[in-house]
């Protein structure tokens, strides 16, 4: 009898244990972030609800000093909260910038609305879009950096 009141013991403690751990989890849960490595140019990235980051890297593309642009597109109806780390070292000419980004929102068919153009390092906060569509055009040696975090 003392056996079968010991294997009851156990298994209340287990219950309890599994009830506090899964309410801990549940209360610290974060969406992982989803990395994407923006390559090859000229391309159309689609992304779900959720938190991600985009990297930018011109010795992968071996696009450099040339027009790089992506499309960005969130799910319909909503906007996009932009956090970006840009580092671009310009070494040429201080007057003409010789490396760049463009961020726009792409507002409608028709109409791209700025949001930045960027040709030094830059740090980036809580930059929104109007619409779930984004642009960015680049062009980056492959010395300089790109990358943005993005939240829908």
């Not at 309890?16 to 610290?28: D, H, K, R």
């Amino acid at each position: 009898m003392i056996f079968l009141y010991e294997k009851i013991y156990f298994i209340k403690i287990v219950i309890i244990f599994f009830n506090f751990y899964s309410n801990s989890v549940q209360l610290n849960f974060k969406w992982p972030e989803s990395h994407i490595q923006l390559t090859p140019c000229h391309s159309t990235y689609t992304i779900s609800s959720g938190n991600y980051v985009l990297d930018y890297d011109s010795k992968i593309t071996g696009n450099y000093h040339k027009d790089c642009t992506f499309l960005i597109e969130g799910p319909p109806g909503t906007q996009m909260q932009l956090n970006a780390t840009i580092s671009i070292l310009n070494k040429t000419n201080k007057d003409e910038c010789m490396d760049w980004i463009k961020l726009y929102d792409f507002y409608s068919n028709t109409t791209l609305v700025p949001l930045g153009e960027y040709c030094e390092t830059t740090n980036l906060t809580n930059l929104s879009t109007f619409s779930n569509i984004m642009y960015i055009i680049i062009n980056i040696s492959p010395d300089d950096l790109f990358q943005l975090s993005i939240t829908t």
